[in-house]
């Protein structure tokens, strides 16, 4: 079992920078690949960024492709999402996601286990 909190949401004009944080517990936090989505009022669950158990590979979404990165920290059980150059199109709440199958995948149905997610607001 892995329990993931996010944290670091809020409210951001346009331009500005936030970053979201997730505590994972659990001693295999290790093994997992750790992704990032998010959704809007009205819309599907959407990808964002996602980072491999090693930190070797990382995937993002187009829309966020050098203005977010995302990182983690096995030592301390975290996986972060730095967010730059912020949209109003980025308003969303954040969920982080754990997933131990094989292969850094997008989608969300393979991620095992979720956060309760984060609300981030940019206004224009």
């Known amino acids: 079992q892995v329990q993931l909190v996010e944290s670091g949401g809020g409210l951001a004009q346009a331009g500005e920078s936030l970053r979201l944080s997730c505590a994972a517990s659990?001693?295999?936090?290790?093994?997992?690949?750790m992704g990032w989505f998010r959704q809007a009022p009205g819309k599907e669950r959407e990808f964002v960024a996602a980072?491999?158990?090693?930190?070797?590979?990382?995937h993002y979404t187009d829309s966020v492709k050098g203005r977010f990165t995302i990182s983690r920290d096995n030592a301390k059980n975290t996986v972060a999402l730095q967010m730059n150059s912020l949209k109003p199109e980025d308003t969303a709440v954040y969920y982080c996601a754990a997933d131990g199958g094989l292969g850094l995948t997008r989608i969300p149905g393979n991620y095992d286990y979720w956060g309760q997610g984060t609300q981030v607001t940019v206004s224009s």
């Open positions: 980072i491999s158990w090693n930190s070797v590979t990382t």
């Open positions: 659990g001693r295999t936090f290790n093994l997992y690949d």
